[in-house]
Protein backbone atom coordinates (compact mmCIF):
# COMPACT_ATOMS: atom_id res chain seq x y z
CA UNK A 1 0.00 0.00 0.00
CA UNK A 2 1.42 3.63 -0.20
CA UNK A 3 2.16 5.53 2.34
CA UNK A 4 -0.23 6.62 4.91
CA UNK A 5 -0.01 9.39 6.47
CA UNK A 6 -0.88 11.27 9.80
CA UNK A 7 -1.42 9.26 13.32
CA UNK A 8 -1.84 6.03 12.54
CA UNK A 9 -1.19 3.58 14.31
CA UNK A 10 1.60 0.28 12.63
CA UNK A 11 0.04 -2.53 13.48
CA UNK A 12 2.15 -4.70 11.12
CA UNK A 13 2.75 -7.66 13.23
CA UNK A 14 -0.81 -8.18 14.70
CA UNK A 15 -3.44 -10.73 13.75
CA UNK A 16 -6.37 -10.05 14.12
CA UNK A 17 -9.86 -11.82 14.06
CA UNK A 18 -12.28 -9.02 14.85
CA UNK A 19 -12.18 -5.06 13.97
CA UNK A 20 -12.06 -3.42 16.89
CA UNK A 21 -8.37 -2.84 18.98
CA UNK A 22 -8.11 -1.51 22.49
CA UNK A 23 -4.69 0.78 22.28
CA UNK A 24 -2.76 0.40 25.44
CA UNK A 25 -1.39 3.95 25.42
CA UNK A 26 -3.81 7.28 24.07
CA UNK A 27 -3.70 10.73 24.02
CA UNK A 28 -6.73 12.26 24.14
CA UNK A 29 -8.18 15.21 22.28
CA UNK A 30 -8.69 18.47 23.48
CA UNK A 31 -12.41 18.40 25.13
CA UNK A 32 -12.39 14.13 25.33
CA UNK A 33 -11.56 12.78 29.21
CA UNK A 34 -9.30 9.72 28.30
CA UNK A 35 -10.16 8.51 31.84
CA UNK A 36 -13.82 7.59 29.91
CA UNK A 37 -12.28 5.22 27.42
CA UNK A 38 -13.21 6.98 24.22
CA UNK A 39 -9.99 7.16 22.56
CA UNK A 40 -8.62 3.57 24.09
CA UNK A 41 -11.11 2.26 21.55
CA UNK A 42 -10.43 1.91 17.78
CA UNK A 43 -11.62 0.26 14.94
CA UNK A 44 -8.95 -1.57 12.73
CA UNK A 45 -9.81 -1.02 8.67
CA UNK A 46 -8.17 -2.17 5.84
CA UNK A 47 -7.24 0.98 3.49
CA UNK A 48 -10.12 2.98 1.88
CA UNK A 49 -7.61 3.34 -0.73
CA UNK A 50 -5.82 1.20 -2.79
CA UNK A 51 -2.85 3.61 -4.13
CA UNK A 52 0.13 1.03 -4.74
CA UNK A 53 2.16 1.23 -7.20
CA UNK A 54 1.26 4.08 -8.90
CA UNK A 55 3.76 7.12 -7.02
CA UNK A 56 0.51 8.35 -5.31
CA UNK A 57 0.59 8.30 -1.65
CA UNK A 58 -2.91 8.07 0.43
CA UNK A 59 -2.78 10.58 2.91
CA UNK A 60 -5.42 11.56 5.79
CA UNK A 61 -6.46 13.65 8.94
CA UNK A 62 -8.57 13.10 11.91
CA UNK A 63 -11.16 15.70 12.77
CA UNK A 64 -10.46 17.53 15.66
CA UNK A 65 -12.72 16.22 18.18
CA UNK A 66 -16.12 18.62 18.69
CA UNK A 67 -19.26 17.11 20.89
CA UNK A 68 -21.84 19.07 19.12
CA UNK A 69 -21.00 17.40 16.06
CA UNK A 70 -22.41 13.55 15.14
CA UNK A 71 -20.50 10.44 15.96
CA UNK A 72 -19.60 10.08 12.36
CA UNK A 73 -17.85 13.28 12.42
CA UNK A 74 -16.57 13.62 16.16
CA UNK A 75 -13.67 11.66 15.02
CA UNK A 76 -13.86 10.78 11.51
CA UNK A 77 -11.30 10.91 9.18
CA UNK A 78 -10.35 12.06 5.76
CA UNK A 79 -9.02 10.12 3.19
CA UNK A 80 -7.11 12.15 0.04
CA UNK A 81 -4.70 10.43 -3.08
CA UNK A 82 -1.40 12.89 -3.20
CA UNK A 83 1.18 12.83 -5.12
CA UNK A 84 4.72 14.31 -4.69
CA UNK A 85 5.39 16.64 -7.61
CA UNK A 86 9.37 17.61 -9.15
CA UNK A 87 9.03 20.88 -6.63
CA UNK A 88 8.99 18.05 -3.49
CA UNK A 89 5.24 19.39 -2.48
CA UNK A 90 2.92 16.92 -2.26
CA UNK A 91 -0.41 17.98 -3.68
CA UNK A 92 -3.96 15.92 -4.65
CA UNK A 93 -3.66 17.49 -8.29
CA UNK A 94 -1.29 18.31 -10.58
CA UNK A 95 -0.09 22.28 -9.99
CA UNK A 96 -0.96 22.77 -13.37
CA UNK A 97 -4.19 22.78 -12.81
CA UNK A 98 -5.28 24.04 -9.68
CA UNK A 99 -7.52 21.19 -8.91
CA UNK A 100 -10.45 23.32 -10.67
CA UNK A 101 -12.40 20.20 -11.90
CA UNK A 102 -13.15 17.51 -10.11
CA UNK A 103 -11.31 15.36 -12.98
CA UNK A 104 -8.14 16.76 -11.73
CA UNK A 105 -7.72 15.20 -8.51
CA UNK A 106 -5.62 11.68 -8.42
CA UNK A 107 -8.54 10.73 -6.10
CA UNK A 108 -11.48 11.15 -7.95
CA UNK A 109 -13.55 8.26 -9.09
CA UNK A 110 -11.03 5.39 -7.98
CA UNK A 111 -11.97 2.49 -6.22
CA UNK A 112 -13.23 2.22 -2.57
CA UNK A 113 -12.78 -0.64 -0.54
CA UNK A 114 -14.80 -2.00 2.18
CA UNK A 115 -13.35 -1.72 5.98
CA UNK A 116 -13.43 -5.62 7.29
CA UNK A 117 -16.02 -8.58 6.97
CA UNK A 118 -19.49 -6.61 7.59
CA UNK A 119 -23.11 -5.95 6.14
CA UNK A 120 -24.26 -3.01 4.66
CA UNK A 121 -27.01 -1.54 6.44
CA UNK A 122 -27.18 1.82 4.79
CA UNK A 123 -26.45 2.95 1.41
CA UNK A 124 -26.82 6.64 0.42
CA UNK A 125 -26.90 7.41 -2.93
CA UNK A 126 -25.44 11.01 -3.76
CA UNK A 127 -28.20 13.68 -5.83
CA UNK A 128 -25.51 16.44 -6.55
CA UNK A 129 -21.83 16.78 -7.83
CA UNK A 130 -19.45 19.67 -6.18
CA UNK A 131 -17.16 21.47 -8.26
CA UNK A 132 -14.28 21.83 -5.98
CA UNK A 133 -14.05 24.61 -3.69
CA UNK A 134 -17.77 24.33 -3.42
CA UNK A 135 -20.19 22.46 -1.19
CA UNK A 136 -24.02 21.65 -1.36
CA UNK A 137 -25.19 21.51 2.82
CA UNK A 138 -28.52 20.39 1.66
CA UNK A 139 -27.74 17.94 -0.88
CA UNK A 140 -28.18 14.04 -0.34
CA UNK A 141 -24.15 12.75 -0.06
CA UNK A 142 -23.29 9.20 -1.16
CA UNK A 143 -22.44 7.05 2.02
CA UNK A 144 -22.23 3.29 3.04
CA UNK A 145 -22.92 2.25 6.33
CA UNK A 146 -21.29 -0.90 7.19
CA UNK A 147 -22.16 -2.75 10.75
CA UNK A 148 -20.13 -5.53 12.37
CA UNK A 149 -22.68 -6.93 15.09
CA UNK A 150 -19.96 -9.25 16.20
CA UNK A 151 -18.19 -6.25 17.81
CA UNK A 152 -21.31 -4.17 17.81
CA UNK A 153 -19.35 -1.16 15.21
CA UNK A 154 -20.57 0.41 12.71
CA UNK A 155 -18.27 2.29 9.76
CA UNK A 156 -19.83 5.52 7.57
CA UNK A 157 -18.22 5.86 3.99
CA UNK A 158 -19.57 9.01 3.36
CA UNK A 159 -18.92 11.34 -0.02
CA UNK A 160 -18.66 8.19 -2.28
CA UNK A 161 -20.56 7.70 -5.72
CA UNK A 162 -21.13 5.24 -8.01
CA UNK A 163 -22.03 2.30 -5.13
CA UNK A 164 -21.96 -0.89 -6.11
CA UNK A 165 -23.27 -2.88 -3.00
CA UNK A 166 -26.68 -2.72 -1.69
CA UNK A 167 -28.12 -3.13 1.56
CA UNK A 168 -27.85 -5.93 3.44
CA UNK A 169 -25.04 -7.63 1.32
CA UNK A 170 -22.14 -8.87 2.97
CA UNK A 171 -18.49 -7.62 1.93
CA UNK A 172 -15.10 -8.82 2.65
CA UNK A 173 -12.15 -6.56 3.27
CA UNK A 174 -10.95 -4.83 0.55
CA UNK A 175 -13.80 -5.23 -1.58
CA UNK A 176 -14.34 -2.59 -4.12
CA UNK A 177 -17.98 -1.08 -3.13
CA UNK A 178 -17.84 2.49 -4.55
CA UNK A 179 -15.85 5.40 -6.26
CA UNK A 180 -14.55 8.35 -4.60
CA UNK A 181 -16.74 11.15 -5.07
CA UNK A 182 -17.29 14.57 -4.21
CA UNK A 183 -21.17 15.49 -2.94
CA UNK A 184 -22.47 17.03 -0.04
CA UNK A 185 -20.90 19.23 2.66
CA UNK A 186 -17.23 17.92 0.58
CA UNK A 187 -14.99 20.69 -0.89
CA UNK A 188 -12.96 18.27 -3.25
CA UNK A 189 -13.18 14.65 -3.83
CA UNK A 190 -11.87 12.63 -0.62
CA UNK A 191 -13.64 9.83 1.37
CA UNK A 192 -14.48 11.07 5.03
CA UNK A 193 -15.08 7.77 7.43
CA UNK A 194 -16.36 7.97 10.99
CA UNK A 195 -17.20 5.16 12.99
CA UNK A 196 -18.75 4.86 16.81
CA UNK A 197 -19.93 1.91 18.90
CA UNK A 198 -23.00 0.43 18.29
CA UNK A 199 -25.34 -0.42 15.46
CA UNK A 200 -26.88 1.99 12.31
CA UNK A 201 -29.36 3.11 13.82
CA UNK A 202 -27.19 5.64 15.51
CA UNK A 203 -26.69 7.34 12.55
CA UNK A 204 -26.97 11.03 12.91
CA UNK A 205 -27.07 10.75 16.41
CA UNK A 206 -24.34 12.93 18.46
CA UNK A 207 -24.38 10.84 22.07
CA UNK A 208 -22.49 7.72 21.66
CA UNK A 209 -18.70 6.83 21.92
CA UNK A 210 -17.13 7.71 18.85
CA UNK A 211 -14.15 5.21 17.47
CA UNK A 212 -10.84 6.23 16.21
CA UNK A 213 -10.11 4.84 12.74
CA UNK A 214 -6.64 3.35 12.31
CA UNK A 215 -5.32 1.72 9.14
CA UNK A 216 -3.99 -1.66 8.34
CA UNK A 217 -1.18 -1.36 6.19
CA UNK A 218 -0.35 -5.44 5.98
CA UNK A 219 -4.00 -5.68 5.04
CA UNK A 220 -3.29 -7.54 1.41
CA UNK A 221 -1.04 -9.92 3.43
CA UNK A 222 -3.30 -10.41 6.04
CA UNK A 223 -6.76 -10.91 3.69
CA UNK A 224 -5.71 -10.82 0.06
CA UNK A 225 -6.69 -9.06 -2.58
CA UNK A 226 -10.25 -9.31 -4.56
CA UNK A 227 -8.63 -10.63 -7.39
CA UNK A 228 -7.03 -13.72 -4.96
CA UNK A 229 -10.50 -14.53 -3.91
CA UNK A 230 -11.96 -14.75 -7.42
Do not use: C
Amino acid sequence: MGTVAEHLFLFSMIALSGSLLWVHEAEAQRGLDLENDTLTQSVFIHPPLDVSGEGLDLTTSEHEYREQLRLADQLGRDFIVEKLNGDGISRPYPPETNGRENEDWYGWRRDVLAPFEATVARVLKPDTVNTPGTMNRKAQPGGIVFEDTSENITVLYGHVREISVEEGETVRPGEVVAKVGNNGNSRNPHVHIGAWEGDASKLGAKSGTPLQIQVDLNAEERFGTEEDTE
